[in-house]
Structure formats: structure tokens, C-alpha cells
Nanobody
Framework: QVQLVESGGGLVQPGGSLTLSCAAS????????MNWYRQAPGNQRELVAG???????NYVDSVKGRFTISRDNARDMVYLQMNGLKPEDTAVYFC???????????WGQGTKVTVSS
């Protein structure tokens, strides 16, 4: 059974930091590209950051320089370090794993991040 389980969300003040974690099980983690998506109320889900099997990363422009995605293949974990948080970062954040070629794709249940004073 494949599971992606996110943790680390919560309430933080503007300018603060959070680190999201995603624990994967049931997949050969090292062969999956891993991504973080987010969805704010009334908005479509958007790709925030991605990391390839080889460790290459990509970010949506709005988080470049503030967010960092990383992975630990020994622990089957992917992380999203979020600094300089803004109210517009408020959303439910989802962990996503996609196999090479896109034949297999899995989602976590999401973790809520609220940025507010």
C-alpha cells in the first residue's frame, strides 16, 4: 500500500518559517520525482516545488529564494523548507510522487499552512 504522509503544517506569522515533511512508503522512493503542490481556497492546485530523482529542483516564481525542496532517499522523505512566509502562502500543501514516464502518481492527504498575524 502506497502512502505519502505530510506533516509540519500550522499557523505562523508573516515572515516566519515552517518545514513540511513527507514520509513515503510502499514505493521505490529513489526512482520517483517528488513535488509539493498547494491549494488555497477558491484556487486551483499549483505546483510549488519539485525535485527529480537526481536532485534537480524547480520552483514556482512566487517562492523562489524563500522555499527549498530537498529529499533524503535513505529515509524515503521529502522536505519543503519555507522561509519568509507571506499571507498568500496560506494553503493546503500536498506531497506528490510521480514515477518516470508518469505511469504512477500518488498524493498525500495534505497539511494546512496558515500565515497570519
Amino acid at each position: 500500500q502506497v502512502q505519502l504522509v505530510e506533516s509540519g503544517g500550522g499557523l505562523v506569522q508573516p515572515g516566519g518559517s515552517l518545514t513540511l515533511s513527507c514520509a513515503a512508503s510502499g514505493i521505490i522512493f529513489r526512482v520517483y520525482a517528488m513535488n509539493w503542490y498547494r491549494q488555497a481556497p477558491g484556487n486551483q492546485r499549483e505546483l510549488v516545488a519539485g525535485i527529480s530523482r537526481g536532485g534537480s529542483t524547480n520552483y514556482v516564481d512566487s517562492v523562489k529564494g524563500r522555499f527549498t525542496i530537498s529529499r533524503d532517499n535513505a529515509r524515503d522523505m521529502v522536505y519543503l523548507q519555507m522561509n519568509g512566509l507571506k499571507p498568500e502562502d496560506t494553503a493546503v500543501y500536498f506531497c506528490n510522487g510521480r514515477s518516470s514516464g508518469g505511469n504512477y502518481e500518488y498524493w498525500g492527504q495534505g497539511t494546512k499552512v496558515t500565515v497570519s498575524s
